[in-house]
């Protein structure tokens, strides 16, 4: 293998926030900006895409701590944002009386800073202390600082962590299990927690003591206590890499005793019961589940030796688990058969032994995704369930498990004409035979004609699907303009299980582009568009695989926006926390490796005299996950190559690229504009 360094002219970018690095950023964006962000167009979708943004008719979700449930709003009159709070009964009525608890915007002048809220952790059961976390302008790194929840101020002296990328979390009102940036060879190669100690109140964080120390080449490591009552459990837990892990049970004098399940399976422990889900086929105790299901152990038992198991959830072909969320007395599972889901519940038996009983919770609306979970699994069989859809704007409902149908709490507004449009779905097939499906979304009245702007859309990574969800920006941006709309549910992503997502690790990476060029091949076919009139877009992986669909299959779209990318795939491990994704990429330190992740590095890969289509680029400078570099360098080697390539780098947003609503519209408008110029009709 060459080194990195090898013809490599664009090496000074690296220079994240050097001067020389962010004067040449600030030279693009303002050649975008005048190209793409200037005429009545563009300006008529930013705002558009704001007064979704900002409406104040949007559902206000909820979390519950303690008696009363907490939203995090932001808006027009509050940009950064407000953390409030009301009673259910209050909750229920059209607009809530909302307290104030912390008004972020206050808070960033205050300090001088430009505060992202990052979230709260409050200590139960008493829920009158939370350790508040804030990102300066986005970033995964934040600040912690300790709350009062009574009296709604920070606590003087109280627990407070400097700027790093921090895991921390209460063991006790005195104590914190702590994963910090405790100073040289703390943290790991993927740039989070190797340590993780635990930090008495009143001593100085330098004599935390250690819990558990990783390895360099690890993930992270984490500790946290479940303060459930009677189940009170503390837990440490080793990240090998973004897949593999081990946790064990800490117990009062600090020894640990480690779950023996596979270090692929996904773990929760919830009051005397372990759910296992195995990412790879596990037998055990002479039987074998098939990767993706779900199966459950009574803990106690199961740390003692014991291997009794009870099958919850066995995928097929068609079907995966999506996710599932426990009640005081019940589990409801969130399953997917071709994307749609449908709700079970199940109830364990009494004595904690055979059979659970299963009944329906209801399934989505034709072509539209319905989701469940339980407000507080410690006190009540409540839950929140949502429906929603392409064109269906999301209904909040709420309900209690075994007292009837739920009861509609709240509506989302239509931010567009959505009787216009029709929702259908659709299979490719891919170069090896696959079937693949994807969502198409356009007007009833279309015109197979082949000259329909489309934009098509997919992230293809990590397991994570892509289900039917509203989007009001993608309604007046897109299709209310006369543009169609595609999202592609190829593998890499976790749409039918593990199994969908391990057919594209690694070796198999190519994949992803197979499939997202054979929904493309397949519009095609049936006349709904054609390559002048197709665009590609996708963000963080999804960036990646824009970046190779521009390089592997140019021929195929008029236009691509690759957003918040990775795209040297040479030196991604050495890039931000590019190490914690070699379990999904591989490792281009090993040569065999290298191998075929150079099939899959569009910056390795883009080469002077091959037609692209148009591409944009966009990222943030405070994007401590994937980082800036990659779209620099891309954008730089392709004008360097006489290609047409666009730019824009936030200078403030983290891996989202937006730190407010404006800026989200902003950014979001830029993808749409550039892609109109170049893919829409003719006038």
Not at 145 to 163: C, K, S, W
Not at 436 to 459: H, R
Not at 497 to 524: I, K, M, Y
């Amino acid at each position: 293998m060459t080194s990195a360094h090898d013809n490599d002219d664009n090496l000074w970018l690296e220079d994240i926030d050097g001067e020389a690095a962010l004067d040449w950023a600030r030279q693009q964006n303002a050649r975008t900006v005048h190209t793409h962000a200037q005429s009545p167009d563009f300006q008529a979708i930013e705002q558009g895409l704001l007064e979704v943004l900002d409406s104040d008719a949007r559902i206000p979700m909820v979390s519950k701590i303690g008696p009363l449930y907490y939203n995090f709003w932001r808006d027009k009159a509050h940009p950064k944002g407000l953390w409030r709070r009301t009673t259910l009964a209050e909750y229920r009525t059209p607009e809530p009386d909302w307290e104030t608890v912390l008004d972020l915007d206050a808070l960033a002048t205050e300090d001088g800073e430009n505060w992202v809220w990052h979230g709260a952790d409050c200590l139960e059961p008493a829920y009158e202390r939370c350790l508040i976390s804030l990102s300066r302008g986005g970033a995964d790194a934040d600040v912690v600082r300790e709350f009062d929840l009574v009296n709604m101020a920070f606590v003087e002296g109280g627990f407070a962590l400097p700027e790093a990328k921090n895991h921390v979390t209460w063991k006790d009102i005195d104590h914190l299990y702590v994963g910090t940036d405790f100073g040289p060879g703390s943290m790991t190669s993927s740039s989070y927690p190797r340590l993780v100690k635990q930090w008495r109140r009143g001593t100085p964080l330098a004599e935390a003591v250690t819990v558990y120390e990783g390895a360099h080449e690890d993930m992270s490591v984490s500790a946290w206590s479940d303060h459930t009552p009677g189940f009170e459990r503390d837990f440490v837990s080793r990240q090998i890499d973004f897949y593999d892990s081990e946790t064990w049970l800490r117990a009062p004098d600090g020894t640990l005793a480690k779950l023996d399940v596979p270090d692929d399976a996904n773990t929760g422990v919830t009051r005397e019961w372990l759910l296992i889900e195995p990412r790879e086929d596990w037998t055990v105790a002479g039987r074998t589940y098939t990767a993706g299901s779900l199966l459950a152990a009574r803990f106690d038992d199961y740390m003692a030796g014991a291997r009794e198991l009870t099958l919850l959830f066995e995928p097929d072909d068609t079907t995966a688990l999506d996710d599932y969320s426990w009640t005081r007395h019940h589990l409801i599972l969130n399953v997917m058969h071709d994307v749609v889901n449908r709700l079970e519940v199940l109830t364990p038996p009494a004595d904690g032994l055979g059979d659970w009983a299963r009944d329906s919770l209801g399934g989505a609306p034709a072509l539209s995704c319905v989701a469940a979970g339980g407000i507080d699994e410690t006190e009540s069989d409540d839950y929140f369930l949502t429906v929603s859809g392409f064109l269906q704007p999301t209904t909040l409902y709420i309900g209690t498990l075994g007292q009837g149908e739920p009861q509609p709490l709240k509506h989302s507004p239509g931010f567009f004409d959505a009787s216009r449009f029709r929702v259908s779905q659709h299979f490719a097939t891919s170069a090896d035979g696959t079937r693949v499906p994807y969502f198409e979304i356009a007007a009833k009245d279309l015109v197979a004609d082949g000259t329909n702007p489309t934009l098509q859309y997919a992230y293809g990574g990590f397991e994570i699907s892509l289900e039917p969800s509203y989007s009001g920006g993608i309604g007046r941006s897109w299709l209310e303009r006369g543009g169609v709309y595609v999202v592609a549910n190829i593998r890499g992503g976790g749409e039918y299980g593990p199994r969908w997502h391990q057919a594209a690790l690694q070796e198999n990476r190519l994949r992803t582009c197979e499939d997202f060029a054979a929904v493309s091949q397949d519009l095609f076919a049936r006349g709904i568009t054609s390559p002048a009139h197709l665009g590609a877009m996708g963000g963080s992986n999804g960036g990646l695989l824009m970046g190779n669909m521009l390089t592997l299959y140019p021929q195929l779209y008029g236009a691509i926006v690759s957003e918040v990318a990775l795209l040297d795939m040479k030196r991604y491990t050495q890039l931000s926390a590019g190490a914690s994704w070699i379990a999904e990429y591989g490792d281009p330190e090993q040569p065999d490796e290298w191998e075929f992740i150079q099939t899959f590095s569009p910056y390795e890969n883009a080469k002077a005299g091959t037609p692209y289509p148009p591409a944009l680029f966009t990222t943030s400078t405070r994007d401590d996950r994937v980082g800036p570099v990659h779209a620099r360098k891309m954008h730089a080697k392709l004008l360097a190559q006489g290609h047409d390539s666009s730019f824009y780098e936030n200078m403030e947003g983290g891996h989202s690229a937006a730190a407010d609503n404006k800026a989200s519209a902003f950014m979001d408008a830029l993808g749409y504009a550039y892609l109109w110029h170049h893919i829409g009709r003719p006038t």
